[in-house]
């Protein structure tokens, strides 16, 4: 069976619509019953004679239909864009007294991370405007490290393909990336997919460096060629994306990172993290109940932002940081643990605004309890 990487977002966007909204079949003359619905041969038959008229070479068969779906979806031409879950946001909401319209809750079950993302772009191309609508005419953007923030990117440049009243847009990566072998959660690969938007022009500002460095060489680090240029420019950023991990999820980076072997020998650090009552990281770098963890740990992750920093960030009018809790992509538990102190602990104030699923906020409430 072919595949469909070479076929034009016309055709792949004409056989979903031909799926998606087949039209009835006519019922049987005299049989009084209801008009039966297409089956996908018959679909098929439909698509090849409506296209090879434009094209003598298309050639669709039934058990085609499918994978040109799904190559239609991964390009962002099908997306499910769920509802929110009003009860939970006011649940959320009353329970730790934040702003309800900073908080959406997905009304989804899904254990991938697509329904949360697709929300979270559309949230961040509110903010894009917003920010243009009050004068901005250079929008920066900010993206960490991770798989969520990948998927909210690659949705982001989908809606730019075809929206209006779209700023100039600077990208920057908050980070060189933290997995070695998962090289495409680097921000850095998220900018391919901006290449074609309606934005009037879109600029990049990379970072090369370490993902994480021994913490008496942090300074130093700082002033390295390719590090140096982009924290310069970190306090442009008007709109930053990032997600959360659980000190609980061993498909973490943070503690993968300090259990493999050859791993920046950060494997001293992990006792030390337990001992300060490690419950998560944010861009890799890990918070208590109550506050971020430093103390004497070795090592530390290369970002833009630390935890404080990106709370003062989200103090400020001005600027926002959109974070994404969905639930892992590998063990699909949710990081609710990991979110409860960003909810409830001031120090750990380092968002704007929330974008989560039903399965974590059922939990986060349930542990808040």
């Known amino acids: 069976m072919r595949t469909f990487r070479q076929t034009s977002d016309e055709i792949l966007l004409a056989i979903c619509e031909?799926?998606?909204?087949?039209?009835?079949?006519?019922?049987?003359?005299?049989?009084?019953?209801?008009?039966?619905?297409?089956?996908?041969?018959?679909?098929?038959?439909?698509?090849?004679?409506?296209?090879?008229?434009?094209?003598?070479?298309?050639?669709?068969?039934?058990?085609e239909i499918y994978p040109a779906m799904i190559e239609a979806r991964q390009r962002g031409l099908l997306t499910l864009t769920p509802r929110s879950h009003q009860a939970l946001q006011r649940r959320i909401c009353d329970r730790f007294r934040q702003d309800p319209d900073h908080i959406r809750v997905v009304a989804?079950?899904?254990?991938?991370?697509?329904?949360?993302?697709?929300?979270?772009?559309?949230?961040?191309l509110s903010l894009i405007r917003q920010l243009a609508k009050s004068g901005k005419e250079t929008v920066h953007i900010g993206f960490g490290a991770g798989w969520n923030p990948r998927v909210v990117a690659?949705?982001?440049?989908?809606?730019?393909?075809?929206?209006?009243?779209?700023?100039?847009?600077?990208?920057?990566?908050?980070?060189?990336?933290?997995?070695?072998?998962?090289?495409?959660?680097?921000?850095?690969?998220?900018?391919?997919?901006?290449?074609?938007?309606?934005?009037?022009?879109?600029?990049?500002?990379?970072?090369?460096?370490?993902?994480?460095?021994?913490?008496?060489?942090?300074?130093?680090?700082?002033?390295?060629?390719?590090?140096?240029?982009?924290?310069?420019?970190?306090?442009?950023?008007?709109?930053?994306?990032?997600?959360?991990?659980?000190?609980?999820?061993?498909?973490?980076?943070?503690?993968?990172?300090?259990?493999?072997?050859?791993?920046?020998e950060q494997k001293a650090d992990l006792p030390k993290l337990e001992r300060e009552g490690w419950v998560g990281d944010v861009q890799h770098l890990p918070y208590s109940a109550t506050?971020?963890?430093?103390?004497?740990?070795?090592?530390?992750?290369?970002?833009?932002?630390?935890?404080?920093d990106l709370a003062e960030l989200a103090g400020k009018p001005d600027k926002h940081v959109v974070l994404v809790s969905s639930p892992c992509s590998v063990c699909h538990r949710t990081r609710a643990d990991a979110l409860l102190p960003l909810l409830s602990a001031p120090?750990?104030?380092?968002?704007?605004?929330?974008?989560?699923?039903?399965?974590?906020a059922r939990d986060v409430m349930e542990l808040a309890s």
Do not use: C
């Open 291 to 308: 506050e971020p963890i430093e103390g004497d740990l070795g090592y530390r992750a290369v970002t833009l932002f630390d935890l404080k």
């Open 18 to 63: 031909k799926f998606l909204f087949p039209g009835d079949a006519k019922p049987i003359k005299g049989s009084g019953r209801a008009p039966r619905r297409k089956g996908v041969a018959e679909l098929a038959e439909e698509l090849n004679k409506e296209w090879s008229k434009r094209n003598e070479e298309f050639h669709l068969s039934r058990q």
């Open 154 to 264: 690659f949705q982001l440049a989908t809606l730019l393909r075809s929206a209006g009243n779209v700023p100039h847009l600077v990208l920057h990566a908050a980070s060189s990336g933290f997995a070695v072998d998962q090289p495409h959660t680097a921000p850095v690969t998220y900018f391919g997919f901006f290449e074609q938007t309606a934005a009037p022009s879109i600029d990049q500002v990379g970072i090369f460096g370490p993902p994480f460095v021994p913490r008496k060489d942090y300074p130093a680090t700082l002033e390295q060629a390719g590090v140096r240029e982009a924290f310069a420019r970190r306090d442009e950023i008007d709109v930053m994306v990032t997600s959360l991990a659980s000190a609980k999820d061993e498909d973490g980076d943070l503690r993968r990172s300090m259990k493999e072997d050859g791993a920046l």
């Open 108 to 124: 989804t079950e899904s254990k991938q991370p697509d329904h949360v993302a697709v929300e979270a772009a559309h949230l961040m």
């Open 347 to 360: 120090q750990l104030k380092v968002w704007t605004h929330l974008v989560t699923d039903i399965p974590t």
